[in-house]
């Protein structure tokens, strides 16, 4: 392995993050997103960091130093963190080397306003021809915005379609407070929800077909359609051999929202039209990984989707918007938009720049760290 590039300034310098970084970088990243009860923070610290070292120094297929990068301040301390990983994308066949930006950090304590700037700038002048990110916060906007990254406002949004609503609510109480028993909630969500089935029942979607429907699907059926399914995005991922079923490998180790499922819509024929993963369980929310479809078929492809979570027995289901599949979403009763993150990219290629201002780019739930881990998890219990 080369030796750690460094960037250096009066305030401190950045390099690649290594292996002796890892729990100072767990215990920053706990201490930002995450709140912890002592007596469990030496187990979240280790849980996190090897966490962080398999995805962040253990990439499968990639080699020489870590995309990810630290800041030390003069004192010799960390003070700051950047999480990127490492991907391809490519636009109109031309292959580009892409940044993917999950978490962004600095120690308050260690940093005096510096580290933040610093990591990106030693990002924006490394090998990346594109950056971007889905889960920016309005702190990480703040940087970002004037370093001429584009907003994409569209899919900054979240969506909620809610099934059972006191069914939701009491699935929200238990994710706060797990310690609070279910059958002291669950008894009276039923009530409730019986009362008002008959406003949040399934309404009959105009978008389905008799010649279309959905089935189940396993997680190399849905690997093998998904980037045909993508070809038509003038930018978007370009995955090698093996690189996507690995990466819904590491997806599936999420905890938060349950097991992922995998789905399709087909036709007649038997020919797919249409894919999703989503997290989810009975008696809890789902939540959207991936949704793609062809031209013609996103209003059956989300409808399968929908109706995939519902008979699960979830309670609603929530993902992140793309401008493909709004209309769609409008046609649902009892659904919910709000800010969800950030959805950003950088480039200094004009023609990388333009398709993103006209929308041409396939982002978010794989192309964005939102599968990962560090988006929701519980580390340390």
């Not at 700037?117 to 990346?128: M, T, V, Y």
């Not at 920016?136 to 906007?141: E, G, I, K, Q, T």
């Not at 949704?291 to 993902?319: E, F, K, N, Y």
Request: glycine fraction near 10%; hydrophobic fraction near 40%.
């Amino acid at each position: 392995m080369a030796a750690p590039s460094v960037l250096g300034s009066q305030h401190g310098s950045v390099r690649p993050l290594a292996a002796e970084d890892l729990e100072r970088v767990a215990a920053l990243f706990l201490t930002q997103f995450r709140r912890r009860r002592r007596h469990l923070l030496d187990r979240a610290i280790a849980e996190t960091a090897e966490y962080m070292r398999k995805i962040y120094l253990d990439p499968a297929g990639q080699s020489g130093e870590s995309s990810a990068l630290v800041q030390i301040n003069p004192q010799g301390d960390l003070g700051g963190f950047l999480g990127v990983l490492k991907t391809r994308y490519e636009l109109n066949g031309a292959a580009l080397n892409a940044a993917i930006i999950g978490p962004f950090m600095a120690d308050p304590g260690a940093d005096h306003g510096s580290a933040g700037p610093q990591l990106l700038r030693a990002l924006h002048q490394g090998e990346f021809d594109l950056q971007l990110t889905d889960s920016a916060n309005r702190v990480s906007l703040a940087f970002a915005r004037p370093m001429k990254y584009q907003l994409l406002p569209v899919h900054c949004l979240g969506w909620t379609y809610i099934f059972r609503p006191a069914a939701m609510a009491a699935a929200a109480l238990h994710r706060k407070w797990p310690r609070l028993p279910r059958l002291a909630l669950e008894p009276c969500a039923r009530a409730f929800d019986a009362l008002t089935k008959r406003r949040f029942e399934a309404p009959v979607q105009p978008s389905s077909s008799h010649r279309v429907h959905a089935e189940p699907i396993n997680a190399a059926q849905f690997a093998e359609r998904l980037p045909a399914l993508l070809s038509d995005y003038a930018l978007r991922p370009s995955w090698r051999d093996g690189e996507l079923p690995r990466l819904l490998a590491l997806a599936a180790e999420k905890r938060a929202d349950g097991p992922l499922h995998f789905g399709g819509t087909y036709d007649g024929t038997g020919r797919m039209l249409g894919c999703y993963a989503f997290y989810g369980q009975a008696g809890d929310m789902a939540n959207l990984l991936q949704i793609q479809a062809s031209a013609p078929h996103w209003g059956a492809t989300l409808d399968g989707l929908v109706a995939a979570a519902r008979d699960m027995g979830c309670v609603g289901i929530s993902g992140q918007t793309q401008g493909r599949f709004m209309s769609h979403l409008f046609g649902y009763r009892n659904l919910i938009f709000r800010y969800a993150g950030g959805t950003m990219v950088r480039s200094r290629i004009a023609e990388v720049t333009e398709a993103v201002r006209s929308g041409d780019i396939a982002i978010g739930g794989l192309m964005g760290d939102r599968w990962t881990r560090l988006s929701s998890d519980d580390f340390g219990r």
